[in-house]
């Protein structure tokens, strides 16, 4: 896939779950670890973080640095995606999402670094 396409699916997938963040935080509070300390900050934050790499992601000149952000902020998530783990303890589809949807970050964290290098 040639890094423009690429670039735009980080965009519109930044750029939905950010706008998701701010719309329905509700659907994420629950992914933040509690040692955190208050989830709708959090929510609120990350959404805020996803819309601004979108949009570094959609401009030519910006591009580069919206797949770093797009890589620091895959990467951050990490946390969430293995407290997910300790919140559907016990219960076998949650739990099989939760270890469906892990695994995703990696092809995913690789594609940004693709957009950031510009190859």
């Known amino acids: 896939m040639r890094i423009r396409g690429l670039a ?3 965009t519109a997938l930044m ?3 950010g706008l998701l963040h701010l719309v329905r935080p509700r659907t994420y509070d629950w992914l933040v670890p509690p ?4 989830a709708r900050a959090w929510v609120t934050g990350s ?3 996803e819309l601004g ?3 570094l992601l959609a401009v030519p000149a910006t591009r580069r640095a919206g797949g770093w952000a797009a890589v620091a902020l895959l990467t951050a998530f990490l946390p969430a995606h293995l407290h997910t783990f300790r919140v559907v303890r016990g219960k076998p589809v949650p739990t099989a999402v939760a270890l469906a949807r892990l ?3 990696v092809p995913m964290v690789l594609g940004a670094l693709r957009v950031a290098r510009g190859r």
């Open 15 to 17: 750029g939905g779950s």
């Open 8 to 10: 735009l699916g980080f």
């Open 103 to 105: 695994p995703l970050q």
């Open 53 to 55: 790499t979108a949009a």
């Open 47 to 49: 959404g805020v973080a």
């Open 35 to 38: 040692e955190l300390g208050p």
